[in-house]
Each structure stands twice: as structure tokens, then as C-alpha cells.
């Protein structure tokens, strides 16, 4: 039993790790994307703005789904009898 509960933990932290690792270099890349937009074409900021900010939304709600997950598998965890 110890060992399914060890796996899971290990495998959240995986999990965890690798969507802040993903989401870091997303949003860093959605950054530098938006700041060359507004560079080139300064009049369409509050749109591009708009939708950056839509986008960023839409992660965190995965992320939050993602955190509803882990706890899921740490309260409930049906691998456990």
C-alpha cells in the first residue's frame, strides 16, 4: 500500500512540475509575442491585450482543473483498497 501511495506522489509531482515548466515557457513565448505585435502595430493594443488575457484565463482554468486532479488522486485515490 505504501508503495501505491509513494508512486502516486511521485507522479503528482511530475505532473505538477511539468505543466508549471509548460505553462512558464507558454506564457513566456505568448509575452514575446505580444510585445512584438504591440511593437509593430501599436494601435491594436487593447485588442491583442484582450485576447492575451482571454488565453490566460483559459490556463488558469485548466490549472485549476489540474489541482482538482491531484487532489482527487490524493483524497480519493481508487488505486488504494
Known amino acids: 500500500m505504501e508503495n501505491i501511495l509513494v508512486a502516486t506522489l511521485y507522479c503528482i509531482g511530475i505532473m505538477v512540475?511539468?505543466?508549471f515548466l509548460?505553462?512558464?515557457i507558454g506564457i513566456g513565448i505568448l509575452g514575446s509575442k505580444v510585445a512584438e505585435a504591440v511593437g509593430r502595430n501599436p494601435e491594436t493594443k487593447s485588442d491583442v491585450v484582450h485576447s492575451v488575457m482571454t488565453?490566460?484565463?483559459?490556463?488558469?482554468?485548466?490549472l485549476l482543473l489540474l489541482f482538482a486532479f491531484v487532489f482527487l488522486l490524493l483524497f480519493y485515490n481508487p488505486l488504494v483498497v
Open 17 to 19: 512540475g511539468f505543466t
Open 22 to 24: 509548460g505553462l512558464g
Open 55 to 62: 488565453i490566460c484565463i483559459v490556463l488558469a482554468i485548466f
